[in-house]
Every structure is written in structure tokens, then in C-alpha cells.
């Protein structure tokens, strides 16, 4: 079997099958909960939008599977071809047909029946419940203030401050993978305990994101320098990317159960005790 690298092969494969279904770059990022970079970089070149050629491999079969195609892989003749992979189980059926275009319809691709969504709902539920709450997902939405209550000046400071996080898009990747709770009481996400910095010395990729990967069902709040803060219910094996302005605190009662990536270096905490950390000092 051949190691997890993406080959001129597979991006030549992608960029055929998103071509032949008429779906245009940014759709398929949207669908897939993935930014345009990542998936130019899949047809074209570079990999500087992914922690690893391992994770550049893994989405981009993702993404050719669910094009209705198994990725292309080197058979032992030293030729390409189709090849079933077992260890992930396909987004969709191969033998999915096209449907045809129609210039009135937003829909794309038939989505399969799948029976096991209402338990997967009820097993998200009954999570939930554990951590003493029912959360009902709603869009996120940008705090109103009114500017009656504010001074000339404090007025005009926070009209660009939101204007600045409407065209930044300070929270990514969130709306497909994870649940933004309102926080309820201060102890939730609790800014004044100790924080402990642990800031890498040096990193390879930018400082103004950080990337979470939940190990288990995680509540985990994010605040950057701009007071801008979230509380999210992640839920075992999900990721996201979170950007803004650094520097970041996180404070999670469940933090050893998230892997935390930043500057493309794994954070690791020294001991269980720790929930509160600071990312991005100077």
C-alpha cells in the first residue's frame, strides 16, 4: 500500500471530477466545511494551508469520494488506477448518478438517505443533557449595540471594530462541526482564574488562528485581544480552525481531552489540572 501522499495523479483526478460536475471551488470548500486555499492547493500545488501531507491526503479523498470516484492509487505494476480503500468508509455511494443542471436550483448533489442521522441526533442530545444543558444550534450572529448609549467616539470605534470582524471572519469552520453556546454565567468560561502561557518559542505557520481537535465531547471558550470570545460544544473526532487577533486565551474544564495546535506546533499542558492557557505572546 503506498503512503498517504498526494500525488499531480490525485489533484489531476479532483479537479476532473469537480469540473465534470460543474461545482465551483468555493462550493465545494463550503459543502465540505474547508477554505478555497485548501482546495486550490489541492488541484494545483502547496500545502502550506495543512498540518501535514497526511491531512492533505486524507481531504483530498475525501473530497473525490464524494464525487462519486475512489482516489487513484499506484498499483504494484508501478501504474494508476481506482483502488477501494477500507480503513474510511465513503461520503457517498459511487454509483450516485449526476443530476442534471438546472440553472433555477441551488442543489448540487442528491444526498443519500441516512438512517443514522436521528441517532446521532440522540446520542448529541444526551450529551449535551450530561453537561447540564439542551442547546438548540442557531446561526451565529453578530452582537447588536446600540449606538444611542455610546459617546461620538465610542460609537465610531465599535462600528469599525465590528465592521473589522464581519470582513475578518474572526470564528471559521464552526457552522458544519460544533455548536456556539451563549454564555449563561460568568463561572462557564472563567477569564479571571490563573492563566498559564504557553506560547511556542518559534512555529512555521501564522499566529493569528488556532486549530482544535477534540479527543472526546469538549466545551471549550476562546477569547482574543479583541475581547471577542466563543463558547463551543465540540463533539469527539471534530475540528476547526479558530482566527482572530492575538492574543488568544482558552479556558476548557475538559481541556486535556483537545489536541491544541498553534503555529503548527502540538500544545501540551504539564500537568491535568490545567484549564485556562494564553497563546501569542509577544
Not at 475525501?62 to 464525487?67: A, F, Q, V
Not at 442547546?135 to 470605534?157: F, G, N
Not at 477569564?191 to 481537535?213: C, E, K, N, Q, V
Not at 471558550?221 to 471534530?238: F, G, H, L, N, T
Request: net charge positive; with cysteine.
Amino acid at each position: 500500500m503506498s503512503k498517504l501522499s498526494w500525488l499531480p495523479e490525485h489533484a489531476e483526478q479532483l479537479k476532473r471530477l469537480r469540473l465534470s460536475a460543474g461545482v465551483e471551488i468555493t462550493t465545494l470548500a463550503k459543502k465540505h466545511s474547508l477554505s478555497s486555499a485548501q482546495v486550490r492547493q489541492l488541484e494545483e500545488s502547496g500545502d502550506s494551508a495543512f498540518y501535514s501531507p497526511q491531512i492533505k491526503y486524507i481531504v483530498g479523498r475525501k473530497l473525490i469520494r464524494s464525487l462519486g470516484e475512489e482516489i487513484t492509487e499506484l498499483d504494484f505494476d508501478g501504474h494508476f488506477g481506482s483502488t477501494a480503500l477500507e480503513e474510511v468508509p465513503p461520503l457517498i455511494s459511487a454509483n450516485v448518478q449526476q443530476p442534471s443542471f438546472h440553472p433555477s436550483s441551488h442543489q448540487i448533489f442528491s444526498r443519500p438517505k441516512r438512517r443514522w442521522v436521528p441517532l446521532l441526533l440522540i446520542l448529541s442530545t444526551l450529551v449535551l443533557a450530561w453537561y447540564g444543558m439542551v442547546v438548540i444550534p442557531r446561526p451565529i450572529q453578530t452582537p447588536t449595540i446600540d449606538p444611542s448609549a455610546l459617546d461620538t467616539k465610542e460609537s465610531t470605534q465599535m462600528s469599525q471594530h465590528m465592521a473589522s470582524l464581519n470582513n475578518s471572519h474572526a470564528v471559521s469552520n464552526i457552522g458544519a462541526l460544533a455548536d456556539v453556546l451563549p454564555v449563561s454565567s460568568p463561572s462557564e468560561c472563567d477569564w479571571s482564574s490563573t492563566s498559564l502561557d504557553l506560547t511556542p518559542a518559534s512555529g512555521s505557520r501564522p499566529g493569528h488562528y488556532i486549530y482544535l481537535h477534540a479527543a472526546q465531547a469538549s466545551v471549550v471558550c476562546w477569547k482574543d485581544s479583541a475581547q471577542v470570545q466563543r463558547r463551543i460544544a465540540m463533539k469527539p473526532a471534530e475540528s476547526m480552525t479558530l482566527e482572530g487577533r492575538p492574543p488568544f486565551h482558552i479556558y476548557s474544564p475538559d481541556i486535556s481531552g483537545i489536541k491544541i495546535y498553534y503555529r503548527g506546533k502540538l500544545i501540551r499542558t504539564p500537568h491535568a489540572g490545567v484549564k485556562h492557557i494564553f497563546l501569542g505572546k509577544d
